[in-house]
């Protein structure tokens, strides 16, 4: 299965899109369980798209091959 995404000039995920949408600006990626929303308690998720994003300071919360995921306290 396959899902589109749409990011910001620092890698962060924007928007996702099942459907292949029109433009050019719109990514492919097949990791999927790395584009949910889940977190640890009391945290919320920001996705990124890793080959237009610094790696934070403190690592990535969890990490695929092009997805990674920051852990910030809500």
Do not use: C, N
């Amino acid at each position: 299965m396959t899902r589109y995404i749409r990011t910001a000039d620092d890698g962060r995920i924007t928007d996702t899109q099942t459907d292949q949408p029109a433009g050019d600006d719109w990514i492919e990626i097949s990791e999927l369980a790395y584009l949910s929303d889940a977190a640890p308690d009391g945290h919320e998720a920001i996705r990124y798209y890793k080959p237009e994003a610094e790696e934070p300071a403190d690592g990535w919360g969890i990490e695929s091959e092009t997805l990674g995921k920051q852990f910030v306290e809500a």
